[in-house]
């Protein structure tokens, strides 16, 4: 096999034509083998196999900087930059990153996760190239969809201003992670299959050219008219009017093509973009057929395609959608907008049943975020389905238009706590921390499944302002539900379990944890009480003052930044009401950036388990118990 010689990319440019394309195969079916195993981003990487190999044939990494776009389609470039031996631990603990990672390679210079920073980094790097007096090249790679997101166009502006040499890939599959929306991937649209265009500025092309040259007047009217004519049919016009010179659109499959376009573009002075026509999933039939699927896939079987699913109790995630469209069939004033994540968020069933009530805005959280609250200052009720780690992108939106307004935004915030394979880019757990001190925002976690359609009513009846209600990216608990869902009273925390002396008062998934090492502390007669904090704000202040009467010590039990989050809360509670004697322990996700891997392994890392959690309630107990049980 030609890949098994391919350790580095210098090794790319000893290869033929023909042995590219023999290797273009060979890296195909290497990714289909080995995503069978581990899952991962298989379509965006089958559709950039081709343009990966040609970039790096042509362009000389690390010196020429790649930056890929959101960087779920990095494989190509893993594979290429002798990182193939590792794929059997990709999105594995301590094994390959799903996405581009500094600490991997010297290839790897741009980091991302989240969508459209990659025209800003690209930005960024061709000022400081320039500023230093060298002579890179600078290449982002972006999609279709990642386009749509407003950094790209907030980049766009400025790089059209500055005028830099730097080169824009746009690998145009019409693919988001759901099929691509908004007047962009229409315009794009146009451009990538409208032949006429095609047609006619070849014919203009040629009719021009067979002018002969000719001298003064004429030949600027004639150039006039080209001009003028190219303003119709050229197809980048949109990306010629920000500033760059466009070339294309390309096949992204065909690997002369691809290199005399890029050959070329690289020549031309100032910015560049080269349209990539590719197809998500090329060459492996399932993903090539439903790319939305295999935007993302679990493991599979490779012969029939199918996935790999684990089984067990409904997702939180499907909870809130079934939730979602109950109480849409009863309360017209119900929307569900999403930023680009109809899929993740389970809203695909209810579009199908309300195809004019659920908005995908495309990757734009913050606009997602202002709509809402227009929305809502007109008296419907929208329900802003976000994951945790992307809303971050509209905490502005959430204080100046939501919040401070007070208007009846409904936040599902999916994705609440480690989210495993994504790692760190992705985890959801600096919401409670960014969201508890807004003012006029409620914020809840249920328990479990049941509880998440109480709260889905509880923020349906309440129309005082924002709330938000947040779930992990887990199974449920596989509770009973109630057919009837009912609101929960706004702020009101729960005994879980009675006990005395320490209490742990926890949240959503925290709280199995905390009745896991109940059972442990259980065998040592130490009985702590578990409360379920399933309001972060308000706080269940009676709760909190009786725990101090009881004279309770107290673990609060997150899965969230410790710096800011519920724990935070309970102690700036306790401090403001002048309640002394009261020892709070904090037990969440320490002050570090965690990589992907599983949850469990997550937790394993921070300490949020039983066994962690047994031991400082231990450490807590009044010294008379530990005497009396031998601590
Ligand atoms: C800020 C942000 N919002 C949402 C996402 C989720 N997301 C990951 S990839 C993707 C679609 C990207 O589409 P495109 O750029 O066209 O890449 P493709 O997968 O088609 O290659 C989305 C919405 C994200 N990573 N970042
Ligand atoms: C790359 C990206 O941001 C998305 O594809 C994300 O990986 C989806 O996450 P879920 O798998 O949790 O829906
Ligand atoms: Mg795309």
Known sequence: MLLDNINDPKDLKKLSVSELETLAGEIRQFLVEKLAATGGHLAPNLGVVELTLVLHYLFDSPTDKFIFDVGHQSYVHKILTGRRDRFDTLRKYKGLCGFVKRSESEHDVWEAGHSSTSLSAAMGMALARDLK?????????????????????????????????????????????????????????????????????????????????????????????????????????????????????????????????????????????????TVKGKGYSPAEADSFKWHGATPYKIESGQMLKAVGPPMYTDVFADALMELAEKDERIVAITPAMPGGSGLMKFAGRFPHRMIDVGIAEQHAATMSAALAMEGLKPVYAVYSTFLQRAYDQVVHDICRQNLNVVFAIDRAGFVGADGETHHGVYDIPFLRHVPNLVLMMPKDENELRNMMKTAMDYNDGPIAVRYPRTNGLGVPIDPEMTAIPIGSWEVLRSGEQVAIVAIGPMISVAEEAADLLKREGINPRIINARFVKPLDEEMLRSLAEDGMQIVVLEEGAELGGLGSAVMEFYSQQQIFGVNVRIIGVPDVFVEHGSVKEQRAETGLTAERVAADVKTMMPRRTRMATGQ
């Open 133 to 277: 007096g060298e002579s890179n090249k600078v290449v982002a790679i972006i999609g279709d969809g990642a386009l749509t997101g407003g950094m790209a166009l907030e980049a766009l502006n400025h790089i059209g201003h500055e005028k830099k040499n730097l080169m824009v890939i746009l690998n145009d599959n019409e693919m988001s992670i759901a099929p691509n929306v908004g007047a962009l991937h229409h315009y794009l649209g146009k451009i990538r299959t409208d032949r006429h265009y095609q047609k006619a500025k070849e014919e203009l092309n040629s009719l021009l050219n067979k002018i002969p040259a000719i001298g003064g007047k004429i030949a600027k009217t004639a150039e006039r008219f080209k001009d003028s004519l190219k303003y119709l049919l050229v197809s980048g016009i949109l990306f010629e009017q920000f500033g760059l010179t466009y070339f294309g659109p390309v096949d992204g499959h065909d690997i002369p093509s691809l290199m005399e376009i890029i050959k070329q573009a690289s020549q031309v002075e100032g910015p560049v973009l080269v349209h990539v026509v």
